[in-house]
Nanobody, 116 residues
């Protein structure tokens, strides 16, 4: 199964983007999902996570601005990340992560650049 994060791009400070995660195959029963990001020179960090029961958690730096959810519109239940009030420090490559059937799946990242 291959994952691909989509929806990145260049946005001005204060702008919004929504990231989605596409899968090439059948992942099976999903346990939890998350979004991570990695900026140049930094370690990959957890941005937001959602458990199988729907409980969410966020990095302090994005609380109140980012929202993780499942893609119910496409009926895939794969993770979405709605990002609002974007700041230059949100600039990074964003990755979707899915834990299913005891395995961790990582997607190819998508670049988010916040700049005027």
């Amino acid at each position: 199964v291959q994952l691909q994060a989509c929806g990145g791009g260049l946005v001005q400070p204060g702008g919004s983007l929504t990231l989605s995660c596409a899968a090439s195959g059948n992942i099976g029963a999903i346990n939890s999902m998350a979004w991570y990001r990695q900026a140049p020179g930094n370690q990959r960090e957890l941005v937001a996570g959602i458990s199988g029961s729907g409980r969410t958690n966020y990095a302090d730096s994005v609380k109140g601005r980012f929202t993780i959810s499942r893609d119910n519109d496409k009926n895939t239940l794969l993770p979405l990340l709605e990002m609002n009030s974007l700041k230059p420090e949100d600039t990074a490559v964003y990755y979707c992560n899915i834990n299913a059937n005891g395995l961790d799946y990582w997607g190819q990242g998508t670049q988010v650049t916040v700049s005027s």
